[in-house]
């Protein structure tokens, strides 16, 4: 029987759903705390209403490893400054390594080539204990900073797992980066030790980052170490030997004695920084905790995803990218985090469903970007692959069109579950999540995740609904920032987050909070389209443009010009051929009957690329600003943007259009 609404790209069927971790937590939690919990939605609620029950539920479900308990859950309803599971010491790690007993390899390393390998869960404690021994007897002690230049690989997680254990605080990112552009990030934190590589595989190409490695050792006169891993096998040539820092080999950094010992942290001692994007200035360097990241990875692993110890978790990510912390994270449940850290679309565009199907993977983690590239090369993997293990898609660093919905769906099978989520490297998670007893309709989030106060405000600070308004979060939660880095008296976490309604963290999110409970995202807010005094979000647009077969991507910009006009351009990615006016005007057919006229651009303009971050969000607001005439250096760092000269493209062209007009 067909579908009666298109939209509804997953219902609950008890046959397909079966029994979850998120249906036994909530039965454990309502017999606890007596209190009726029917369904997610009540759950969701309960999480809001008694976070100090809910939070100290979670602990005692996962049976949370600490050598101290805690004194009590959280400080308070302020934000910024609260303090949660106060008095506890414990250390992240001792949950990772706990699972001896969990089925199949703890990590699987699948490499660009097709090599493979695995390693067993001693092995995996062996060598973090080998590893944390070594940073020891370097001298490092908590507190203390080990980064990583690391392609996501077995290694980046055996060093991030050997600092966190010695309470050293890990900054990671991968050698796609420049040298000088990692500098940017990792100077910030004055580390002690350097794990680095001098080359790395991507799109069936070796890529030499030799000098990349020694300018940044050079960069860094905070460094007592420098642990060279070689990428692949493959030896790489020595450091200078006027580098400074000693210069260790990975392996020998693992190799003997692997005993584990974990240094006993207080719940908030920082356990690793993020950074952010660094297209609107200097990366952020974002504090996260031991215990904040502990418990909200549960929740967001264990119960969102339902992952159970032994399965497999693939999530295509980069060290760049909060994705990959959640990836190290999926060993705190005892499942498989699968590690791959080549091209998607090596050899072809089915590479990353090859590995869904050979891993036997239970959650595939990508891009709208992944699944755009698959609906264009004609992929149908369910038909194609073996997907009987996979039960759920999740989709984040952009929204999610309707479209795309609907066709990851209709080529995966009636049993995966595509669901899309959104949250962002200042939490490590999800602020708008899924569970498999809740439907998911195309192009919206089935919704909030479990302990997050969401909101959707309009500009006076007041709840909207089934209409546009800003992404807040109106209580605290555990994996807020504990700082920003260098920012002694809090001033730039509160401007970057709780300036706009003080007291209420505003995400910079555009977002519509329907009736019914699901959500929407329409792109950031700090990029939004304003027509005529109506203001919406480049997301509307990218849906109805690129569910066009003759577009493989677009990129809209709303911007303010010097002589007071207003300036909507559409640029766009042709899957082939040239842009004539009639495929113009099928464009603006579209948007105007889909979405609606004010949403028709002044002019579509054809583009050989869309520059995006190295996390794969569309570099909106620095297009904005060169167009607006911004020097590209005042507003980006090259070094943040996956292809560097489309910005020169850009400023060439609005040059172009400054030329005409004069």
């Not at 590995?355 to 990508?366: C, D, H, K, L």
Request: with cysteine; hydrophobic share 40%.
């Amino acid at each position: 029987m067909p579908n009666a609404d298109p939209d509804l790209i997953w219902s609950v069927d008890e046959t397909r759903v079966g029994p979850t971790r998120m249906a036994d937590f909530t039965a454990f939690a309502a017999k606890r705390h007596g209190v009726p919990l029917a369904d997610y939605t009540a759950l969701q609620r309960w999480s809001v209403a008694d976070p100090d029950a809910f939070w100290a539920t979670v602990w005692e479900w996962f049976d949370v490893r600490a050598s101290t308990p805690y004194e009590r859950v959280r400080s308070g309803p302020r934000m910024p400054g609260t303090e949660w599971f106060a008095g506890a010491t414990l250390n992240y790690v001792d949950q990772v390594l706990r699972h001896t007993d969990a089925p199949g390899p703890a990590v699987v390393e699948i490499l660009e080539s097709g090599a493979r390998r695995e390693i067993g869960r001693p092995e995996l404690a062996r060598q973090v204990g080998a590893f944390a021994r070594t940073l020891r007897g370097l001298g490092v002690r908590p507190g203390d900073r080990v980064a990583g230049y690391l392609s996501n690989s077995a290694p980046a997680l055996v060093a991030f797992l050997g600092s966190a254990a010695v309470g050293a605080v890990w900054a990671g990112c991968g050698p796609d980066l420049g040298g000088e552009t990692a500098l940017a990030r990792l100077a910030q934190l004055e580390p002690v030790v350097l794990v680095g590589t001098g080359r790395y595989h991507f799109a069936g190409k070796a890529h030499d980052r030799e000098a990349d490695l020694a300018r940044l050792v050079a960069g860094l006169p905070s460094l007592r170490a420098v642990v060279v891993v070689d990428d692949l096998g493959e030896p790489r040539s020595e450091l200078p030997a006027d580098t400074g820092p000693r210069v260790v080999r990975f392996e020998d950094t693992i190799s003997g004695d692997g005993a584990l010992v974990t240094e006993q942290v207080p719940a908030g001692h920082p356990l690793w920084v993020l950074f952010s994007s660094g297209t609107t200035g200097i990366p952020k360097g974002i504090v996260h905790g031991h215990a904040g990241v502990l418990v909200s990875h549960l929740v967001a692993l264990g119960l969102h995803s339902d992952l159970r110890p032994g399965d497999r978790y693939f999530w295509y990510t980069g060290t760049n990218w909060m994705l990959w912390n959640m990836v190290a994270s999926v060993l705190l449940v005892g499942a498989t985090p699968v590690l791959y850290a080549g091209s998607p679309t090596y050899p072809d565009a089915d590479r990353l469903w090859e590995i869904v199907a050979s891993e036997r993977v239970r959650y595939f983690g990508t891009s709208p970007g992944h699944l755009r590239l698959s609906a264009d090369a004609g992929l149908t993997p369910g038909r194609t692959h073996e997907l009987s293990a996979l039960r759920t898609i999740g989709v984040t660093g952009s929204p999610l069109s309707a479209n795309l919905a609907r066709w990851t769906a209709d080529v995966t099978g009636p049993d995966v579950q595509v669901v899309s989520s959104s949250g962002g490297t200042d939490v490590v998670g999800a602020f708008l999540s899924a569970a498999r007893s809740l439907p998911v309709r195309a192009g919206e989030m089935p919704a909030a995740a479990l302990g997050v106060a969401l909101d959707s405000f309009d500009s006076a600070g007041r709840p909207v609904r089934d209409e546009v308004g800003e992404l807040v979060v109106t209580a605290p939660m555990p994996a807020m920032p504990l700082y920003l880095w260098n920012d002694p008296d809090g001033s730039r976490l509160r401007e970057a987050y709780f300036a706009t309604y003080p007291g209420v963290w505003r995400h910079g999110d555009w977002l519509t909070l329907t009736s019914r409970g699901t959500a929407i995202i329409h792109g950031r807010s700090d990029s939004t389209l304003n027509r005529h005094g109506v203001r919406f979000g480049s997301a509307d647009i990218y849906d109805v443009v690129e569910a066009l077969p003759e577009i493989s991507e677009a990129l809209v910009i709303g911007a303010e010009m010097p002589d007071g006009s207003y300036w909507m351009p559409l640029f766009v990615v042709l899957t082939e051929g040239i842009l004539d006016e009639p495929l113009r005007e099928r464009i603006r057919t579209a948007l105007r009957t889909k979405a609606s006229p004010r949403h028709v651009p002044d002019e579509i303009r054809q583009v050989p690329a869309v520059p995006h971050t190295r996390t794969g969000k569309k570099v909106e607001v620095p297009v904005k600003r060169i167009l607006q005439g911004a020097r590209i250096d005042a507003v980006v760092s090259r070094g943040a943007v996956d292809d560097p000269a489309l910005l020169d493209f850009y400023e060439q062209l609005r040059e172009d259009r400054l030329g005409a007009a004069r």
